[in-house]
């Protein structure tokens, strides 16, 4: 059935009218309707329908005119304008600012000019405003001098060729979709009617006003779910005309998307149907698109790479080889990520690559890419560069593409490429980083939409809508924030003349005008229609726009059921079965890796346990500035094993002149630091000189203010590697060093560079720190056994020794075991009681992991899981709140 407002434009046109749209939509739209209308006269040939969109139109009389090749395309504008920009600002404060939001805003104010014909008096204009009136001046001559047209000047040289003969102007001309008509529009219907052709709007205001309710809905969420029912109650009934208008689709595209897919086809999720009943009139930028990024991520070459972009590399499918290494490139991501660094050089990369073996597809990625051309050359020729690297690279060849990647692929190339090739009608060359920036900009505009079948549910944007008509219509989003929207006046052009003028987004009143027009259209857009707002966002609440206030307010809408999958499964009928799943198999082995790490992660949760060292399962290392704090760690451990593997004891330490233990400790940190910075891939030499630096006053304090002051020493063992039986398990622990007092007694040190430990951690059930505790329960003989153990925190300003003795005055301030209150609350009255205790707590904690306990059972909420990496493999926050529930 065709609605009034489209049968109006068939008539039109079967009268000779030219019709005139203000959007693509609109366009084949109307192309559709009036097509339909002729198969409904059972016409088998007719002509076509000159229908066509306003700007659209325009271009068709340049070509008429012979003058399509002076006519910028709106990237051959923008580039002009930023090379004009990026050379008047070089060395000056102004280089800072972003060129490419200058260059937006300038350009759009450029057009603005162009279009109502302005001049503004030098006397209006603030200081940007001179300084951008001297960039224009600058554009215009060069465009004088190269013939050049833009998107401002185009309306103005059409008419000139109406009014000159160079063109015959229609004798009718329909206008349909306009909210406000543009300048060049309103000249064109004045030179209409000067020649006495008529040229009229459709005024979409004037139609049937459909019934219109208004709902409040909870928030975003809740009122893109309820919308989806809606529709989806409305196309169980038949309906074939569903029509969604957002004024912020933008933003809430992805929302929308996904409310529409989990009650239109809940399955989709699962299944790899590209099909659809419902439309989205905005795409997504093409640059989102994975195969499109890849390609990004190839042909993006600098000195160093960022860990991401090395990662992305690795893990995308859209290069060659990565079917093949799949798993030993996530392994090699891995193994990078381990150096915790930010940034790889290429060479270094290459190198890694190599010595870890089995990705001859990724060498020769990276090969191609260390090969990439840098010289200046013209656009042209840097897209034939970039289609050659990118089919070295095997793009996109790695995967089978599915139907929305191959058309990405295919938008690419003829979107991307070939705008980007005639970017610069100058021909200048251009440097390989800037050209890549055009390219990602142009990718980042090019809309996306992929070709599906879709069905009778249109998503629109506000100004989308336009013109079209539906049986049923939901519009969204309609808070007083949104609508009327705030002015966005550009800041290039006199406020109080783009007030005067009316200019689009210049003012309060002018934003109100505009939205009352649309709101007023929407009303005849459909014989049933409900208006919509959330009363939420986030922490913030919201009120309807003052242009529905006073429309009825309904408490509730007739909905579909919530078919979504996650809701169906909280709400199934079936009884479900409750399986406590926390056993493993047996460990087939007693030796097993992990350390003391393994008994401490047992002792916080055995499902840690089990995923980390039965599993092998681990959160990636997180890339961090500078070295990491383990890098840092490790560098204070071997700086200290090498000052007392030479001095050995306190007495020879204390014999040396400070110019000899500022040697000694130089000596030691520029060895250690050059064994780490061989492993490590690229740290720079800056870095390296402020840790040596770091080390030496942090070893300097640390000798300084409490070795020096403790009780006589000599150093034992350092660094020393031992197997020990604890329970059924054969772990393997490496001591930082062990002490023998001139009492005979020995202590046992662990160096810290955190935060402090708490004692109390030696004496919990199950035992959360069991490292010194495994330790002091190794020795075999009654004399290896140590007295004491000693934590040591090696931290710039808080260097202190602190843990428990087997009595008091063996070290400092190190308390012995019977003045401890934790220990006498479990019964732990003197040293060998305490050993006792700790063998029974570190075998207990063995025997459960060599059995396969995995339950899910944090020592402690806050501590356990505050930096645990399974919460979302374990869901205790799932299992905490089923135990609250109960």
Partial sequence: ???????????????????????????????????????????????????????????????????????????????????????????????????????????????????????????????????????????????????????GGLSTRILDAFANKQLSLPQKILLVGFD??????????????????????????????????????????????????????????????????????????????RALGQQMDPLAAIKFDETSVFGLSLGSPLVQQGVIAAALACLDVQPQMSMDRVSCLLRTPFISGSQQEADRRALFDRRLR???????????????????????????????????????????????????????CGWPQGAILSSVSYQAVTAWYDKVLSRFAAIDPTAKPIERNRALRIIRRIATQTEFQPQRASGPVQVVGLLESSGLHFDHLWVMGLDAATLPAYPRPNPFIPFRLQDELQMPHASFARELEFAGQVVSRLRCAAGNIVFSYAQRSGDTDLSPSPLIKEIELVDTLPLADDVALPNQLQTMVADLESWQDDQGPPLPTHESSGGTRLLQDQAHCPFRAFVHHRLAVRRFDQVVAGLSPLVR???LHLVLQDVWSR???QHQYLQLSAVQVQEGITTAVEKALAAVWGVEPALNQQLFLLEKRRLIKLVSEWLEHIESRREPFMVVQTEQSHQVSIGPLLLTLKID?????????????????????????????????????????AGDAKSDQAQGIVVAQVKAGQCRITGIAGEDGLLGKVRAVAAISQAQEIGV???????????????????????GAARVKPFDLHRSCRYCDLPGLCRIGDIDEEGSNE
């Avoid at 008529?198 to 049937?208: I, K, N, Q, V, Y």
């Avoid at 190599?354 to 990724?362: M, Y």
């Avoid at 020769?364 to 034939?384: F, Y």
């Avoid at 003197?830 to 060599?850: E, N, S, V």
Wanted: glycine share 6%; net charge negative; charged share 20%.
């Fill in 1 to 151: 059935m065709i609605n009034l407002f489209a049968q109006q434009v068939i008539t039109a046109v079967e009268e000779g009218a030219v019709v005139l749209t203000a959007n693509k939509r609109l366009y084949r739209h109307l192309r559709t309707v009036y097509d339909r209308s002729m198969v409904a006269k059972q016409l088998q040939v007719w002509p076509s329908a000159p229908i066509y969109p306003y700007t659209a139109w325009l271009q068709q009389g340049l070509a008429a005119i012979g003058e399509s090749g002076r006519l910028l395309t709106t990237y051959q504008q923008h580039h002009q304008w930023e090379t004009l920009i990026a050379s008047v600002t070089r060395g000056s404060s102004l280089e800072l600012m972003n060129l490419d939001c200058t260059t937006d805003t300038a350009v759009r104010a450029h057009n603005l000019l162009s279009e109502y014909a302005l001049v503004p008096e030098r006397h209006q204009l603030t200081e940007d405003q001179h300084m951008f009136m001297g960039w224009r001046s600058k554009y215009l001559r060069l465009c004088e001098e190269r013939q050049w047209l833009d998107e």
């Fill in 180 to 257: 406000q008509l543009p300048p060049g529009v309103v000249r064109l219907k004045a030179l209409m009617h000067e020649c006495g052709h008529h040229c009229s709007e459709l005024d979409m205001t004037r139609g049937a006003v459909g019934r219109v309710i208004r709902y409040a809905a909870a928030d975003e969420d809740d009122e893109g779910l309820r919308m989806a029912r809606w529709v989806r109650l409305l196309l169980e009934q038949g309906v074939d005309s569903i029509g969604i208008v957002v004024p912020d689709l933008q933003r809430r595209r992805s929302q929308i998307e």
């Fill in 338 to 392: 381990a150096f915790q660094q930010q940034q790889f050089s290429l060479a270094a990369l290459l190198r890694l690559a190599k010595e870890f073996g089995g990705l001859s597809g990724f060498e020769d990625l990276l090969s191609s890419m260390k090969a990439a051309g840098q010289r200046a050359v013209t656009a042209e020729e840097w897209a034939d560069l970039f289609a050659a690297e990118l089919k070295s």
């Fill in 633 to 635: 760690g490790n560098l």
């Fill in 647 to 649: 001095w050995g004891s």
């Fill in 737 to 777: 060093r062990i002490d023998q007092l001139a009492t005979g007694e020995r202590m046992i040190i662990d160096y810290k560079t955190g935060s402090a430990m708490s004692i109390a951690d030696f004496l919990t059930v199950p035992l959360i720190e069991p490292q010194l505790p495994c330790y002091a329960v």
């Fill in 829 to 851: 009255s003197d040293w060998p009681t305490l050993i006792d205790f700790w063998h029974q707590q570190l075998d207990q904690l063995a025997t459960d992991f060599a059995a």
